[in-house]
């Protein structure tokens, strides 16, 4: 867990919070007024007071999802809390909120992840995820029961998760971000996905695609070489019309490393100049 995610436990705690979370509740206890407006060139801002420790959230009205408005006013509760964004200007882009792709700053990220806590707290949703048996299906229940969007729940698992996994988005049928979780370290090759062979192909050509897990190549999401890593890959992905986006949902099952191991080592075995030298010396010269 970082500082950021560690300041949002603390602020839940403090104020007794045991469920999912009303974010209007919290606002007002922190001097927060939270206003939707018209606007174009934002998701949220935050105005703060000169003189008092209060403020307004402002929200663009024109956010069409519920679950994406109070991910935003997570996200500007964040940037109200942490104490290094005390100076920031906080107008936050739609492109940055709700998102975890290296090329937002770190100030959008940590104010994301400050809101992925607020809004799933690690200790509430951690025993209602089964995070040893990744399935779309149960974090759907979760973000239906915490107001959150599957993107920002299927991330907050793969977070949690001690399995291997991997959450990735693609928009217009070309993969802009993904997250691992942590027990899954093989790079994918982004700017070669989705594949035309994944089920998140299919669903950008408009096709069907089952709404389950289903095994598929590895090479699908992983680079040739590193294939022989993985020993099966399932693909569970969904359309998200509103954002032309589909998210994709893998897990993997992991060649044994171990095993892996040993054969580079049995290999070096047999190049161990040692063993080479001393059959070649014993030639007549
Ligand atoms: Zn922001």
Same mark, same amino acid.
Request: aromatic residues 8%; negative net charge; glycine residues 4%.
């Given at each position: 867990?970082?500082?950021?995610?560690?300041?949002?436990?603390?602020f839940l705690?403090?104020?007794?919070?045991?469920g999912?979370?009303?974010?209007?509740?919290?606002?007002?206890?922190?001097?927060?007024r939270?206003?939707?407006?018209?606007?174009?060139?934002f998701?949220?801002?935050?105005? @703060?007071?000169?003189?008092?420790?209060?403020?307004?959230?402002?929200?663009?009205?024109?956010?069409r999802?519920?679950?994406?408005?109070?991910? /935003?006013?997570?996200?500007?509760?964040?940037h109200?809390?942490?104490?290094?964004?005390?100076?920031?200007?906080?107008?936050?882009?739609?492109?940055?909120?709700?998102?975890w792709?290296?090329?937002?700053?770190?100030?959008? =990220?940590? /104010?994301?992840?400050?809101s992925?806590?607020?809004?799933?707290?690690?200790?509430?949703?951690?025993?209602?995820?089964?995070?040893?048996?990744?399935?779309?299906?149960r974090? =759907?229940?979760? /973000?239906?029961?915490?107001?959150t969007?599957?993107?920002?729940t299927?991330?907050?698992?793969?977070?949690?998760?001690?399995k291997?996994?991997?959450?990735?988005?693609?928009?217009?049928?070309?993969?802009?971000?993904?997250?691992?979780?942590?027990?899954? @370290?093989?790079?994918?090759?982004?700017?070669?996905?989705?594949?035309?062979?994944s089920?998140?192909?299919?669903?950008?050509?408009?096709?069907? /695609?089952?709404?389950q897990?289903?095994?598929?190549?590895?090479?699908?999401?992983?680079?040739?070489w590193?294939?022989?890593?993985? @020993?099966?890959?399932?693909?569970?992905?969904?359309?998200?019309?509103?954002?032309?986006?589909?998210?994709?949902?893998?897990?993997?099952?992991?060649?044994?490393?171990?095993?892996?191991?040993?054969?580079?080592?049995?290999?070096?075995?047999?190049?161990?100049?040692?063993?080479?030298?001393?059959?070649? =010396?014993?030639?007549?010269?």
């Amino acid at each position: 867990m970082n500082a950021v995610e560690r300041l949002a436990e603390l602020f839940l705690d403090r104020l007794g919070v045991n469920g999912p979370p009303d974010l209007f509740a919290i606002a007002t206890k922190i001097g927060l007024r939270i206003k939707e407006v018209e606007a174009d060139g934002f998701d949220g801002t935050l105005v @703060r007071a000169l003189d008092a420790p209060k403020g307004i959230i402002a929200i663009n009205s024109r956010i069409r999802e519920h679950t994406r408005k109070r991910f /935003a006013i997570g996200h500007e509760i964040g940037h109200y809390l942490i104490p290094h964004h005390q100076h920031l200007e906080n107008v936050c882009r739609p492109n940055t909120i709700e998102r975890w792709h290296s090329g937002i700053s770190q100030t959008e =990220r940590e /104010a994301n992840e400050f809101s992925a806590e607020l809004l799933l707290p690690r200790k509430i949703v951690a025993p209602l995820f089964g995070l040893n048996d990744p399935s779309l299906e149960r974090i =759907r229940k979760v /973000a239906a029961e915490f107001s959150t969007s599957l993107t920002a729940t299927a991330y907050r698992f793969v977070e949690l998760t001690d399995k291997p996994c991997c959450l990735v988005w693609s928009e217009r049928n070309r993969t802009r971000w993904y997250v691992p979780s942590a027990t899954f @370290r093989i790079p994918l090759p982004v700017s070669e996905l989705p594949s035309p062979h994944s089920m998140a192909a299919k669903l950008f050509a408009g096709q069907h /695609a089952p709404d389950q897990f289903v095994e598929i190549p590895q090479e699908t999401w992983l680079n040739r070489w590193d294939a022989h890593r993985v @020993r099966r890959v399932l693909e569970h992905s969904v359309a998200l019309s509103s954002y032309e986006a589909v998210l994709s949902f893998l897990e993997f099952e992991l060649e044994d490393e171990k095993h892996e191991d040993d054969e580079r080592s049995e290999l070096l075995e047999e190049l161990d100049p040692n063993r080479y030298h001393s059959a070649t =010396r014993r030639k007549p010269t």
